[in-house]
């Protein structure tokens, strides 16, 4: 059954939620939903009290490293984090309290996917698929996507498709996708792209990007049939938004059956 997905993002040191098609190197471009007066730790804090597991922590660019240190050390091994790991620093993170670490950039240089740093993240964590979720975040073209990397900025050749979801599951144990497009926007999932998600993933997956209310939950679980899971930002009570209750989305995950 879909279950809802926690985050954290971190811009400049601060949780905020952004229009993910305006995170450019140019400051001006950025359009903030929200920033928050309260640390990554009370966040953290938030979900570790009310079981939420699987949420991930997300450093959009730098300056981001003590936020999310500050998280892990809230609740050790309970939460995911990506933006800027290497294999050089994957292991360090899971030493510092994450339960995964999200990989996206690194693996594609130049816009062309790195079968050589794939492995060698691999090998980094000691060849264990359970400490790694790739995140094929995508831009959509024509009724295609691709993933996008750099802050969702730079559109790479590799196509999200049931070839290459085969070719890096091997490799991890989730899959984290956001919907760049949709991204911040509380206009709706991409329903096609989570359909066909379910029906190329054999591993956990989670859709980020569009979501609008608490229905969205229950759109997910009609189109994957159980097997996507969704994130929840902007539109959340505990962002500044309105039409999701973050109360409301515990509630529907305590009706999720253990797996």
Same mark, same amino acid.
């Given at each position: 059954?879909?279950?809802?997905?926690? /985050?954290?993002?971190? +811009?400049?040191?601060?949780?905020?939620?952004?229009?993910?098609?305006?995170?450019?190197?140019?400051?001006?471009?950025?359009?903030?939903? +929200?920033?928050?007066?309260?640390?990554?730790? /009370?966040?953290?804090?938030?979900?570790?009290?009310?079981?939420?597991?699987?949420? +991930?922590?997300?450093?959009?660019?730098?300056?981001?490293?003590?936020?999310?240190?500050?998280?892990?050390?809230?609740?050790?091994?309970?939460?995911?984090?990506?933006?800027?790991?290497?294999?050089?620093?994957?292991?360090?993170?899971?030493?510092?309290?994450?339960?995964?670490?999200?990989?996206?950039?690194?693996?594609?240089?130049?816009?062309?996917?790195?079968?050589?740093?794939?492995?060698?993240?691999?090998?980094?964590?000691?060849?264990?698929?359970?400490?790694?979720?790739?995140?094929?975040?995508?831009?959509?073209?024509?009724?295609?996507?691709?993933?996008?990397?750099?802050?969702?900025?730079?559109?790479?050749?590799?196509?999200?498709?049931? &070839?290459?979801? +085969?070719?890096?599951?091997?490799? /991890?144990? &989730?899959?984290?996708?956001?919907?760049?497009?949709?991204?911040?926007?509380?206009?709706?999932?991409?329903?096609?792209?989570?359909?066909?998600?379910?029906?190329? /993933? !054999?591993?956990?997956?989670?859709?980020?990007?569009?979501?609008? !209310?608490?229905?969205?939950?229950?759109?997910?679980?009609?189109?994957?049939?159980?097997?996507?899971?969704?994130?929840?930002? !902007?539109?959340?009570?505990?962002?500044?938004?309105?039409?999701?209750?973050?109360?409301?989305?515990?509630?529907?995950?305590?009706?999720?059956?253990?797996?």
């Amino acid at each position: 059954m879909t279950r809802f997905r926690p /985050c954290i993002d971190l +811009h400049a040191g601060q949780v905020k939620q952004i229009v993910g098609g305006t995170l450019t190197n140019t400051e001006s471009d950025l359009k903030v939903n +929200h920033v928050s007066n309260s640390p990554s730790s /009370c966040f953290a804090r938030l979900y570790r009290e009310n079981e939420l597991r699987g949420g +991930h922590v997300i450093m959009l660019g730098p300056g981001n490293e003590p936020a999310a240190k500050e998280a892990l050390a809230e609740w050790r091994g309970g939460l995911q984090i990506g933006g800027g790991i290497t294999e050089e620093t994957a292991l360090q993170w899971i030493e510092w309290g994450a339960e995964k670490v999200i990989m996206t950039s690194y693996l594609f240089p130049d816009g062309r996917l790195s079968r050589e740093r794939l492995n060698l993240v691999f090998t980094a964590l000691g060849n264990n698929r359970d400490k790694l979720v790739i995140d094929l975040s995508c831009r959509r073209k024509d009724r295609r996507w691709f993933v996008a990397t750099n802050k969702w900025q730079t559109v790479t050749d590799t196509e999200v498709n049931r &070839e290459s979801i +085969h070719l890096f599951e091997p490799y /991890c144990s &989730e899959f984290l996708i956001h919907a760049a497009d949709n991204e911040g926007l509380q206009r709706g999932i991409d329903h096609e792209l989570v359909s066909r998600l379910s029906e190329w /993933c !054999s591993i956990p997956v989670t859709y980020a990007g569009g979501a609008a !209310s608490l229905d969205d939950l229950n759109t997910v679980q009609q189109l994957s049939h159980g097997k996507v899971d969704l994130t929840i930002g !902007s539109a959340l009570d505990i962002f500044g938004g309105t039409a999701a209750k973050f109360e409301d989305c515990v509630s529907w995950n305590k009706q999720v059956p253990e797996p």
